[in-house]
């Protein structure tokens, strides 16, 4: 007996061409690059500047992905795309995409779980495609947080960068066999709206009538995060039978340097098996996890076959981890 799995058939990633570095931000604010590196990691983010958006690094990253998949907008027939910061209130960036990519059959939406973003939209995919209901699907994450930044509140302008991952995936059979099958393994969601202002936006089109700037309780967030991650990564080692020894990588959303440590040590993961790439990033949102995977993939670290845990973390509380067999 065979079960359809949701297998990675390519991968894409963009970036705006303007890095900003802690010593940049130093001119602006009061802070210094050892304080933000001490706390965060990071030591650059690109900022999009001008034509640079959610839909055209987003554009760009799908782009690169169908080509690492050897295919063309003709072979999907669903796009999901995973933004808290999307061109227009409507219609959403993920049809906008869909336009630009000369699409005109399928189906295309947002969906708005910040930094949890990608881990949903992978995981919302599967759902569409494990069910038979469709064949390809691109699940793309993107956010330009830099848009809804206060550039005077240095406790969060350091934090945040912008940039665009996408995968495709495809659904094929598979033995059923957890040990053994490609493609997505398990997932599991979560979210608790009681934290909603630990970590959010000051507004929003039916409240302000604009997007707000985001807030932020760092002690309050940090405090939860490790909980949650490896709330969720035991979940999927309870469902698959699976233990962090087995795993080959483990891609944590990127948000903080000290979260990622943390939660990679709770886990007992072998830190040579982390992905980290917030030095280069920062927070990018629903973009990190797939901006992260490019990097492991393109460097030859991720391998076909390999074990590969994501996790992230957002604003909500939302929370989710996916694991794949590459």
Not at 69 to 79: C, E, K, Q, R, V
Not at 187 to 206: E, F, I
């Amino acid at each position: 007996m065979t079960i359809k799995r949701s297998v990675v058939l390519g991968i894409g990633s963009a970036l705006p061409k303007r890095a900003v570095t802690n010593a940049e931000l130093t001119e602006k604010v009061d802070t210094s690059d050892e304080w933000i590196v001490q706390r965060t990691g990071i030591q650059k983010r690109h900022i999009a500047g001008e034509g640079e958006t959610s839909s055209t690094l987003g554009l760009a990253a799908a782009e690169a992905a169908l080509k690492d998949a050897g295919l063309t907008s003709a072979d999907l027939d669903l796009i999901v795309v995973a933004t808290t910061t999307p061109d227009l209130t409507f219609p959403s960036t993920a049809t906008q995409i869909q336009a630009k990519l000369g699409m005109t059959h399928g189906a295309a939406f947002d969906i708005q779980a910040v930094c949890s973003g990608f881990v949903y939209g992978v995981t919302i995919a599967d759902k569409f495609l494990s069910s038979g209901s469709h064949k390809r699907a691109l699940v793309i994450g993107v956010d330009t947080l830099s848009r809804i930044v206060d550039w005077n509140d240095r406790t969060t302008c350091v934090l945040f960068g912008d940039g665009a991952g996408a995968v495709v995936l495809e659904a094929q059979d598979q033995k059923g066999d957890v040990k053994t099958d490609r493609g997505v393994l398990t997932s599991h969601l979560r979210s608790d709206g009681r934290h909603g202002p630990k970590l959010c936006a000051t507004g929003g089109p039916s409240t302000t009538g604009n997007a707000g700037v985001i807030t932020m309780e760092g002690k309050e967030v940090f405090k939860h995060a490790v909980g949650m991650i490896t709330d969720v990564i035991t979940d999927a080692y309870a469902a698959t039978g699976f233990s962090s020894a087995d795993l080959n990588w483990f891609v944590p959303h990127q948000a903080n340097k000290r979260i990622i440590d943390s939660s990679a040590e709770k886990l007992g993961i072998n830190p040579e098996k982390v992905v980290i790439t917030v030095d280069r990033h920062g927070n990018t949102s629903a973009a990190s996890i797939p901006l992260a995977l490019a990097t492991a993939y393109g460097d030859g670290r991720i391998k076909k076959g390999d074990l590969v845990m994501l996790e992230a973390m957002g604003g909500g509380f939302t929370w989710g981890s996916v694991l794949i067999r590459w």
